[in-house]
T-cell receptor, first 110, second 115 residues
Framework: GNSVTQMEGPVTLSEEAFLTINCTYT??????LFWYVQYPGEGLQLLLK?????DKGSNKGFEATYRKETTSFHLEKGSVQVSDSAVYFC?????????FGAGTRLTVKP | SAVISQKPSRDICQRGTSLTIQCQVD?????MFWYRQQPGQSLTLIAT?????????ESGFVIDKFPISRPNLTFSTLTVSNLSPEDSSIYLC????????????FGPGTRLTVT
């Protein structure tokens, strides 16, 4: 079946550090891939997406590239800010079946 | 995208009672989803609610405990019945946008505490 595995947290970084959160997936078909962000006390917001192999999703300085050969969709940001502190969820959608990773809590310290 | 609101945003309920959560969308959508997010955990799909048909429940969730209504294309309710402390969670509704990859858009969630 379909599943998503993402890097366990928590992750703590200093402001302006480089961020990578790893995500790998297993799917029977050709899924779309997503990163969602959940700020404290809020619901999930779609951060970025990629719908086919080699697509790069980007938003707010975050990027992730759909790598079919390694079944990965790692989230990166070159310089994090305190305001990026949140929980990040990797997800896939395949034939109306949506799966979420366990979530990675990021804390950015000034 | 879609704008989704949920009511209530939070509630504290006593054991044995029920809570009904409302989800309102600003546009007509075919598929609406209800998730549970237990403290510090990921999302677990409870059921899919399509207008005009009965909700489809995931393994481990039953209609008697989580009855769902979907009276029209912009509204749904989830009731959590016979509450126990184990039901303390955040409950989220979402809608799917088919064009562009089947992404889902989420409401702000309802934080339920059962005492």
């Amino acid at each position: 079946g379909n599943s998503v595995t993402q890097m366990e947290g928590p992750v703590t970084l200093s402001e302006e550090a480089f961020l990578t959160i790893n995500c790998t997936y297993t799917a029977t078909g050709y899924p779309s891939l997503f990163w969602y962000v959940q700020y404290p006390g809020e619901g999930l917001q779609l951060l970025l997406k990629a719908t086919k192999a080699d697509d790069k999703g980007s938003n707010k300085g975050f990027e992730a590239t759909y790598r079919k050969e390694t079944t990965s969709f790692h989230l990166e940001k070159g310089s994090v800010q305190v305001s990026d502190s949140a929980v990040y969820f990797c997800a896939l959608s395949d034939n109306n079946d949506m799966r979420f990773g366990a979530g990675t809590r990021l804390t950015v310290k000034p | 995208s879609a704008v989704i609101s949920q009511k209530p945003s939070r509630d504290i309920c006593q054991r044995g009672t029920s809570l009904t959560i409302q989800c309102q969308v600003d546009s007509q959508v075919t598929m609406m989803f209800w998730y549970r997010q237990q403290p510090g955990q990921s999302l677990t799909l409870i059921a899919t609610a399509n207008q005009g048909s009965e909700a489809t429940y995931e393994s481990g969730f039953v209609i008697d405990k989580f009855p769902i209504s979907r009276p029209n294309l912009t509204f749904s309710t989830l009731t959590v019945s016979n509450l126990s402390p184990e039901d303390s969670s955040i409950y989220l509704c979402s809608v799917e946008r088919v064009a562009g990859g089947h992404e889902q858009y989420f409401g702000p969630g309802t934080r339920l505490t059962v005492t």
